[in-house]
């Protein structure tokens, strides 16, 4: 069997040879939250034992195939909107990754195929996902952050995240963070770097919390600094940034979002003096009080 072989076509000719013996896993139950990042881990560890043709029988027993994912929407060609997939490797753990929106909570069933690229035999495995609204809404103030040292799948597993959020932490003061969304700066415009120098893609990492923003994050959008960002020169933070040096967090790329000052002038109608509440008449005024006018400059 043409094991060695890993490009594509050689690929694609084998699952069409072995199509019929691919094998499924369990259904796996999840659940997400609007306005919360959704993470699923797709172990390689975890497919690799159920492939049909065990690899007992192989020569190396500690052998350790490549194995890459397709995941989409059960019956679609692709995953819902709000949904990515992410592995580096073949070597490497898969994601599927993503913040629902509120138009999504339902119940969304995906599909997921391993292929080992060694054998070229597949796996099935179809998770539920559960998408449910916040019982607590969104988060009034967010905050997202571009990391330049870091790519997507390395924020992705719970540690990063923690530690990421330990340095929210100390320049935000606040009960709770929530992660909000993660994206690839590939996602957002920015450019595939140079396989130079171990430079990174970068990745964005929006947070959301109920307390006000400190003078921590506040300043890095204070006018002297908004003039220092269109010089390309990094803003000046008087608190200690905690971030760094793990984190290179772009302070020009800062976005605070109030969504509080955005609700109040958005969403909420404000009525003028002259709507009659429900059930009166309109009764015009005999006279008008007599009223003073200013002359205006100029005139
Ligand atoms: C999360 O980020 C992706 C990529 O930038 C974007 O398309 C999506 O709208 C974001 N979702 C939320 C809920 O912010
Ligand atoms: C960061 O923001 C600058 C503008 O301030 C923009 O030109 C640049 O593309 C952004 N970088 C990324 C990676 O999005």
Redesign the pocket.
């Known amino acids: 069997m043409a094991g060695q072989c890993l490009t594509g076509s050689c690929f694609l000719a084998g699952v069409i040879f072995i199509g019929g013996l691919s094998a499924s896993l369990p259904v796996l139950n999840l659940h997400a939250v609007v306005g919360v990042i959704f993470i699923h881990e797709l172990e390689r560890e975890d497919f690799k034992d159920t492939f049909p043709f065990s690899m007992d029988d192989h020569e190396e027993p500690s052998f350790d195939p490549p194995i890459t994912f397709h995941a989409n929407l059960l019956d679609h060609p692709d995953l819902p909107r709000w949904l990515r997939y992410i592995q580096r490797t073949p070597f490497d753990t898969g994601y599927l990754y993503g913040s629902a929106t509120s138009k999504d909570v339902g119940k969304q069933t995906i599909e997921v195929m391993a292929y080992n690229r060694y054998t070229f035999e597949t796996v099935r495995q179809t998770m539920e996902i559960r998408i449910s609204s916040s019982p607590e809404g969104e988060m009034p103030y967010q905050a997202d952050f571009?990391v330049k040292n870091w790519d997507v799948e390395e924020m992705l597993p719970k540690d990063a995240q923690e530690s990421f959020q330990e340095a929210v932490d100390s320049m935000w003061e606040q009960e709770g963070l929530t992660v909000i969304n993660i994206t690839s700066?590939l996602d957002?415009?920015?450019r595939v770097p140079l396989p130079i120098e171990n430079r990174k893609e970068?990745v964005y990492v929006k947070v959301g919390s109920k307390d006000p923003f400190t003078t921590c994050l506040t300043e890095a959008k204070s006018p002297d600094n908004l003039y220092r960002?269109r010089l390309e020169q990094q803003p000046i933070i008087t608190c200690y940034d905690s971030f760094s040096p793990r984190f290179q967090v772009?302070w020009?790329?800062l976005t605070l979002i109030d969504l509080t000052t955005i609700n109040a002038t958005e969403m909420v109608p404000v009525y003028g003096d002259g709507v009659l509440e429900e059930g009166t008449e309109f009764n015009p005024p005999d006279d008008a009080p007599d009223r003073m006018f200013f002359s205006t400059r100029g005139t």
């Open positions: 571009l700066a957002r415009g920015g970068g960002c772009d020009c790329n």
